[in-house]
């Protein structure tokens, strides 16, 4: 099964930068991942999708980050980024990376696993 690691997060004052990794790893080959996005919890609120990327490199981001994000893969590493710049207090909460599909294994005994999730890491932004 492909397992998902996030780093990166930690405290920073608004206006500031941070870049989070999520890194896939699996038993055998990793041989696709498909739609691969980052989520975010803050306290008392649901869980919202902030941006996508599929494997052919189209991005989405939710409104309320365009322009201020950015999303990208580096397939040859299976790990996708989130490069966070002009922070604001409002962006405070648990970052997860989510893959909607993976393959991995060997080509004799492939795996598909669904809906991924990474374990969260927190980004907490503070004056």
């Known amino acids: 099964q492909v397992q998902l690691v996030e780093s990166g997060g930690g405290l920073v004052q608004p206006g500031g930068s941070l870049r989070l990794s999520c890194a896939a790893s699996?038993?055998?080959?990793?041989?696709?991942?498909?739609?691969r996005g980052w989520y975010r919890e803050a306290t008392g609120k649901q869980r919202e999708l902030v941006a996508t990327?599929?494997?052919?490199?189209?991005?989405n981001y939710v409104d309320s980050v365009k322009g201020r994000f950015t999303i990208y893969r580096d397939n040859a590493k299976n790990t996708v980024y989130l490069q966070m710049s002009s922070l604001k207090p409002e962006d405070t909460a648990v970052y997860y990376c989510?893959?909607?599909?993976?393959?991995?294994?060997?080509?004799?005994?492939?795996?598909?696993?669904?809906?991924?999730w990474g374990q969260g890491t927190l980004v907490t932004v503070f004056s």
């Open positions: 989510n893959a909607q599909e993976a393959v991995s294994g060997t080509m004799l005994e492939p795996n598909r696993d669904l809906d991924l």
């Open positions: 990327n599929t494997s052919g490199g189209s991005t």
């Open positions: 699996a038993s055998g080959c990793i041989f696709i991942i498909n739609v």
